[in-house]
């Protein structure tokens, strides 16, 4: 059974600072998505990861991925508030998409 | 511009009563997905469909029904069985696999009991 674990789950950093959210996996999948949900809403798609080595960036937002060691990270470099959030990773396999629990993440001014 | 749709935006369900949550997509997906998400946690797989007229349990499908009669639409029923139903739910669509592109997600039907 595929298994999605995020760390941490509550995150409260200084605005300036950066921080890093994990994501480890428990089977193989060639493919890793990272969403953000803001309060009430809906899930936004911010990357997706398909190899081994996978980077993207977006602005402030850094995604990496390891599948040997099926671990995807969410780097935040000198967070900002508008970036306060709930964070999901998610994993592909066998037609099923399996998300994390979220890391909510604020950012205080 | 394409997207999902669901409707309605708030439901409130008596007790002993099914209520159906729609979800209508014109992007042109095979696969549709409906998730449950509880407050403060994660997204829950209640059902998916990779083609009209077939579909398979996600981990908590007990308590809901699902047809896939068209390929635009997915409803979700949610039945009396379902003794807890209050929660957020949210319908998604993806393009295949080959694609690589995320799932697109509906703005979700929040349900309550009255």
């Known amino acids: 059974e595929l298994k999605v674990e995020q760390n941490p789950l509550f995150l409260s950093m200084q605005e300036g600072k950066n921080y890093t959210i994990y994501c480890n996996y428990s089977t193989t999948s060639d493919r890793l998505y990272w969403y953000r949900q803001d309060p009430g809403k809906s899930l936004e798609s911010l990357f997706v990861l398909l190899s081994n080595g996978a980077v993207k960036q977006e602005g402030r937002l850094m995604a990496s991925l390891d599948t040997k060691a099926r671990l995807s990270t969410l780097h935040i470099t000198a967070a900002v508030h508008d970036l306060s959030a709930t964070y999901f990773c998610?994993?592909?396999?066998?037609?099923?998409?399996?998300f994390g629990k979220g890391t909510r993440l604020h950012i205080l001014p | 511009d394409g997207g999902i749709t669901q409707s309605p935006k708030y439901l409130f369900r008596k007790e002993g009563q099914n209520v159906t949550l729609s979800c209508e997509q014109n992007?042109?997906?095979?696969?549709m997905y409906w998730y449950r998400q509880d407050p403060g946690q994660g997204l829950r797989l209640i059902y998916y469909s990779q083609i009209v007229n077939d579909f398979q349990k996600g981990d908590i499908a007990e308590g809901y029904s699902v047809s896939r009669e068209k390929k635009e639409s997915f409803p979700l029923t949610v039945t009396s069985a379902q003794k807890n139903p209050t929660a957020f739910y949210l319908c998604?669509?993806?393009?295949?696999?080959?694609?690589?592109?995320?799932?697109?997600f509906g703005d979700g039907t929040r349900l309550s009991i009255l």
């Open positions: 998610a994993v592909d396999r066998d037609d099923k998409i399996i």
């Open positions: 992007l042109n997906h095979d696969a």
């Open positions: 998604a669509s993806s393009a295949p696999r080959g694609s690589a592109q995320p799932q697109h």
